[in-house]
Each structure stands twice: as structure tokens, then as C-alpha cells.
């Protein structure tokens, strides 16, 4: 370690020096490059910690692949690396999870998809305790702390802590957009990006509402909305008279009278009217999110918000508000912010009806009602 100009201090570990304001940055720096690596590459200098890592390194510089594909013609350094490209064309995937039944074409990669059910984050950051499932997520992670940017752009040489985001940056200067998607026309560089997009249209809708103009995937879905607009509720509880559009709902209500709950969790003995409910409670003790990003890893117990996080990779806002033209990533949020140009509250207080635009905010009002206090 030697000081450098405007004392900065030089770290010393890698060929490259590297350059930090202060202490702790080198030392969270030092992190990245802590391993020990004595197997030495005689041409470039670098540092591998295992022989074969350093024999399949050797071949970069020689561009040397003597393990061909025969299915794509592409080549390969060792045998290991074919075995594991050659699962790709077979679609065989021999490690499979135990609890969800998604498959692996790597063990190592099953193992790293356990974590996601198990909780568990071996890998922590030294500086601030969070965890990682991977040994590269928290190497990215680190970069956050030292403040380096070690992915760069050629173009206009932006850095970026992880090359997914370089690589995202580098759409923005690609001229030729082969995909364009038929619902918008928006126009893009890469079929990933297409992809990614296309979630936030929805499914092919041939049913239209004749009075709103909502569209449905189903004519039964159709039939069902059509019922909201007459305030028709067909289904009538016979100890309560109260109406329900479909019968399950009127099913799910009866419980109510009886305090049945016939679904009980076996962990923590809760009980639910209806399956549906007993399914979204069980991940809570699991801690299983089978609906995983596959750009960022993150995992979710549902696919709705799946779906919603994709958005934020792409950058979309698909809900647009009208008066303003403000952006949302989900239909919630959108709602909420219309009513403050509406300024509608629809949520009524029944003990003395004041108004509330969140539910939440009547809940907590009610709490006032309970200790005998009373709004003025």
C-alpha cells in the first residue's frame, strides 16, 4: 500500500493499480482480490487458483478450441465445457429440484436454486452484513462500497458494476432495431429486450364490454363483468341475504356464518376458508418464491409480481395517467393517483363517515372508533 497524489492510496495487490480516496474503500476493495492465486498465466500475468483454470485460460490466448460441437460447430477449451454446451441443444436438465421441480443442466446451479426456498445467503458483505446466494452477486456488490465501475462503455465510456448493465447500456447507442413489437411499434435492438417487453402487454382479448369497453380473454369472463354493471349479484346468501357475483364467492362467504375454516395451516395452525387462501399463506414459512427474474435472480412468491418487477429492468411505465401523463408499473399505484385529481375518497367511515382515499387509512381510523372516541 503506497499513498498517491492528493492523498489517494494505491492498492498494490492487482497489475493494475488502483486508486481510492480513503482506508476503508481500499479495504473493502482488498475483498475482491483477498484469494490467494498461485497459478500465474506466463503471458498476461494473471492469477488463477486452480490449474485447470489456469490450462483453460491458456487456450484464450492461442484461440486455441480443440473440443468442437458437432450440432453448432462451436468450440471449446476443454471437455468439461462441451458437456455442459451440449445440454443446451438436448434440452436435458438432470438436476432437479426436490420441492418446485424446475430443472438444471449444472449441479451448481441447483444448489444456488436452493437457496431461493431455503433463505439461506452464505456469502455476506463484510461492510454491511447483507447477504448473497452467490459468491458473484456479492462481488458486484462489493464495487457499490469502493465506488468502482469496472465495466466500461467503449462508446462513450460510461462505467457499470456488472456487465448486464453494460450491456443494457450499449442498446442505447445500437442503431439497427430488427424487433418491433406489433402492439406499440416500439422498436428494439436485441430479442431479450423484445421479450422482456411483450410482458407488459396482455394476452389477446377478443371480448369488449359494449358499455366500458374492458376487454376479456374469455366470453365467460365477459358474462361475469356484465354482472357489475347491472349490480346484478345472482348468488344470495340464505342467512344473510347478501349477494355475490359468482357462486364460489357465496361459498367462500358462508364460512363467515359458521367460523368454518376447514384449510389449516400444519405449521402454525391457522385456518382458511378456501384453498386459495391456505396456498398464499404456506410460502410465508417456506420462504419458497418459485417466480425468479432471469436477468437479476430475484425471486417472488407470486408471478403477478414477477411481472411487475420485470418492468423495472426495462424502464416501462405502462400505466399512464391521462391528466398528467405520469407513469406506473402497477395498476395500484395508478389508481391511487388518480384520485388526487378526483379527489374522490371512496372509502367511508361507518361510524361517523368521514371519507378515506386508502383502505389502509380507514382501517386505522377505525381503531379511534374502538377506544370510545369519537370524530368531531
Do not use: W
Amino acid at each position: 500500500m503506497s499513498a498517491g497524489e492528493e492523498g489517494e492510496i494505491n492498492c498494490s495487490v492487482k497489475e493494475e493499480p488502483h486508486m481510492f480516496a480513503d482506508k476503508q474503500k481500499l479495504k473493502t476493495h482488498s475483498h475482491t482480490s483477498a484469494k490467494v492465486k498461485h497459478h500465474v498465466c506466463e503471458i498476461c500475468h494473471k492469477g488463477f487458483s486452480r490449474r485447470n483454470h489456469l490450462s483453460r485460460h491458456l487456450y484464450t490466448h492461442g484461440k486455441v478450441k480443440p473440443f468442437p460441437c458437432k450440432m453448432c460447430t462451436k468450440s471449446f477449451p476443454d471437455e468439461f465445457v462441451l458437456r455442459q454446451h451440449l445440454l443446451t441443444h438436448t434440452g436435458e436438465k438432470p438436476f432437479v429440484c426436490e420441492i418446485c421441480s424446475r430443472g438444471f443442466n449444472r449441479k451448481e446451479t441447483l444448489k444456488q436454486h436452493l437457496r431461493i426456498h431455503t433463505g439461506e445467503k452464505p456469502f455476506v458483505c463484510e461492510i454491511c452484513n447483507k447477504g448473497f446466494t452467490k459468491s458473484s452477486n456479492l462481488k458486484i456488490h462489493l464495487f457499490i462500497h469502493t465506488g468502482e465501475r469496472p465495466f466500461v462503455c467503449e462508446i462513450c465510456s460510461k462505467g457499470f458494476i456488472n456487465s448486464y448493465k453494460l450491456k443494457s447500456h450499449s442498446l442505447t447507442h445500437a442503431e439497427d432495431k430488427p424487433y418491433i413489437c406489433k402492439t406499440c411499434n416500439k422498436e428494439f435492438p436485441e430479442k431479450d429486450s423484445y421479450k422482456l417487453h411483450l410482458l407488459i402487454h396482455p394476452q389477446k382479448k377478443p371480448h369488449i364490454c359494449e358499455i366500458c369497453n374492458k376487454r376479456f380473454s374469455q366470453s365467460v369472463s365477459l358474462k361475469v363483468h356484465l354482472i357489475t354493471h347491472a349490480y346484478e349479484k345472482p348468488h344470495e346468501c340464505n342467512i344473510c341475504h347478501k349477494g355475490f357475483f359468482r357462486i364460489s364467492q357465496l361459498n367462500r362467504h358462508l364460512y363467515t356464518h359458521g367460523k368454518e375454516r376447514p384449510f389449516a395451516c400444519e405449521i402454525c395452525s391457522k385456518s382458511y376458508s378456501d384453498k386459495f387462501g391456505l396456498s398464499q399463506h404456506l410460502p410465508t414459512h417456506t420462504g419458497e418464491k418459485p417466480f425468479v427474474c432471469e436477468i437479476c435472480n430475484k425471486a417472488f412468491i407470486r408471478k403477478e409480481n414477477l411481472k411487475e418487477h420485470v418492468l423495472t429492468h426495462t424502464g416501462e411505465k405502462p400505466f399512464v395517467c391521462k391528466v398528467c401523463d405520469r407513469g406506473f408499473t402497477n395498476k395500484y399505484k395508478f389508481k391511487l393517483h388518480a384520485f388526487t385529481h378526483t379527489e374522490e375518497k371512496p372509502h367511508v367511515c361507518e361510524v361517523c363517515n368521514k371519507k378515506y382515499t386508502l383502505k389502509t387509512t380507514l382501517t386505522r381510523h377505525l381503531l379511534t372508533h374502538t377506544s370510545d372516541k369519537r370524530c368531531s
